[in-house]
């Protein structure tokens, strides 16, 4: 069976899709869920199991390939060698997880993720002897507290493409060895790192301290998105034969692009984005005061 890190990814899909606000969607006249009825039910009702924002999510996608993806998230079941490619198949088809990185890759793998995870282990250890600590010589008056901060490491958007161009390739080697079914080909590409921000570059040219009325503004992201990489997505285009929908999952959030129909995407954006790296990291904290027990009453 596949592993953690695959199905919790797979399960961020699912629950964009057949989910609103953290609840499985039911018929409202049989009161079952996706997870309750058979693929004719689910073929037929599905308008009862789909969450009616969901479009929000899907790039360059038909009437007829929104209803395959969700079909496919359905009907998708981990393969059960685990080792093997790929992470999931159906019946015409697969999806394959893997991940990338914006941060200095070395031959441990990405820095980013090496440091967290030393982090996350210190972190651990410390709580743990604190916890002892704390339990020994408790306090009843004062809230005592300790808390840690990790910065990311270096990160940038060429060592996102690096990472993504390199795992790409990787996996595409593993698809041309392939002997199973791969009519619908599925990669599903997860950003965990929240290291990159993005800003449509519309005003580069224009006069300082210009007004520009009521015309746009430029369009500004938080977090790196794979639909708005005009670079990436010219990059991935070229395998429309191969791969026929790309997931890109970052968070809790997801894109789902149908890579045949990127040349209508970078229609409508006429201008690049500025992709540039923020300061960030995590702050972990843990506080622990004591509540003394009813005491005696005095005679």
């Known amino acids: 069976m596949r592993g953690e890190q695959e199905n919790n990814c797979l399960q961020i899909i699912r629950d964009g899709i057949f989910s609103s606000n953290g609840k499985l969607l039911q018929n409202p006249f049989t009161g079952k869920t996706y997870k309750e009825v058979s693929v004719e039910e689910f073929l037929t ?11 929000k999510f899907f790039f360059g996608l038909m009437e007829e390939d929104r209803i395959e993806i969700e079909k496919i ?3 998708a079941k981990p393969n ?5 490619f790929p992470d999931f198949t159906f019946e015409n088809g697969f999806i394959e997880h893997f991940q990338i990185t914006s941060s200095k ?18 972190v651990a250890k410390e709580t743990e002897e604190l916890k002892k600590e704390w339990n020994e010589t408790p306090s009843y008056s004062e809230i005592r507290t300790k808390s840690w901060a990790f910065t990311n490491p270096e990160h940038s958007y060429e060592y996102l493409e690096e ?3 390199t795992v790409w390739k990787h996996h595409i080697d593993s698809l041309n060895k392939y002997c199973g079914n791969k009519e619908v080909g599925i990669f599903m590409i997860e950003y965990t790192e929240f290291a990159l921000a993005m800003t449509e570059q519309v005003y580069t040219k224009w006069k300082d301290g210009m007004s520009s009325g009521d015309m746009r503004d430029e369009e500004k992201f938080k977090f ?9 997505l010219n990059f991935i285009s070229q395998y429309k034969d191969k791969i026929k929908y790309v997931i890109f999952v970052y968070g809790n959030r997801f894109e789902i692009i149908r890579l045949e129909n990127i040349p209508y995407l970078l229609n409508l954006m006429p201008w690049d984005y500025y ?3 923020l300061i960030a990291g995590k702050v972990v ?3 622990n005061i004591c509540v003394p027990g009813i005491l005696p009453k005095e005679e």
């Open 163 to 165: 990472s993504f161009r």
């Open 80 to 84: 059960e060698n685990a080792s093997e």
């Open 73 to 75: 998230l359905y009907l």
């Open 45 to 55: 009702e599905r308008v009862w199991f789909i969450n009616p924002d969901c479009h």
């Open 285 to 287: 904290s843990v506080g």
């Open 275 to 277: 992709i540039y790296p």
């Open 105 to 122: 890759v070395t031959r441990k793998g990405a820095t980013h993720k090496k440091e967290e995870s030393a982090f996350d282990a210190k």
């Open 224 to 232: 790196y998105r794979l639909s708005r990489d005009k670079k990436l």
